[in-house]
Structure formats: C-alpha cells, structure tokens
C-alpha cells in the first residue's frame, strides 16, 4: 500500500527543530569550541552535543511520522457541525509560562548556583504543565537535581555554577 506524503504544521515545526538543531550541531565543531577543561578532556559543547544528537533524532522521527501518517479527520455531513479545533491554544499559556520560567531558571544559575535553582524549577515547571502531586514532584526534583549535579561535577568532571549560600553547591 502507498501511502501520500501529507505536511501539516506538526511537519513544520519539527522540520524547523530539526534543521536548528542540525545548524547548532554543526556549530560546536568550529574553532572557537575546540577547547577542553583540564583533566577531563571535554570541553564546553560535550553536554549540548549530546542534547542536540537526542533533538535531531526525536524531531526527524516527529517530522516523518506527521509527514507520513494518515489523517483521522471525521468530515462532517453539514459544515455548520464542524468545529475549529482549538485544542492547541489551550495549552498556550502554559507554553508560555514554561519558557518563562527556562529563562528564570537559566538566570538563577549565577545567583543561587546550579542544584538550587534547578530544584526549584524542577518543582515549579511540572505545576505550569496541571501535575500536581506534590510527594511525587518533591521527590523527582530533589533527585533529578542531585543526580545531574553529581553527573557532571564528579562524573564528567565539569564544573557547574556554585550557590553563594552553600560551599559544596
């Protein structure tokens, strides 16, 4: 069976994901990055690499799979039964919010250090998304914090931003 290649705006945007992130990759391999921290042997575009391999692979399998697959729309007999689908702008403000709250947690690196103000986005950002286990949240921001912070400074050996507040973080 053959299947009509259809693009949609789901296309769109992960094609314009994936040519960004395919740019971004080639980028870190100029000049101005070949640089390596001291012992560890990597330098500042070790960590954004490997997020930009993951967002390459995930937004071409997003593409291909909007651009390929077949459409569920139920056509309606009369066109005044039809309704806008407006379920996308629902999820606006919370889209918002949440890249809001990014640029507040990137800002907070140099003020209260990386595993503080990743705790607290880590709290804070599934709330703008409507979960609301607090137990749940607690825990997952606690240890996604923690478990990053020992990644890099004690595995990958990359020194991550220090709270004022705290000597050890």
Known sequence: MLVAA???GTTAVATLALGTALFLFWHTFEPAYDTAFAAAGRGPVFYPRILLGIIIVLAATIALKSLFQTS???ISRRPADAAPD???WRALPALVAAIALTAGYVMAFSAAGYLLSTVVYALLLPLVFGYRNPLVISAF???YAVATWYLF???FLIILPKSPWFAAF
């Open 6 to 8: 259809r693009a949609n």
């Open 72 to 74: 569920r729309v139920q």
């Open 86 to 88: 407006r379920a996308g």
């Open 141 to 143: 921001a606690i240890s």
């Open 153 to 155: 400074e004690k595995v």
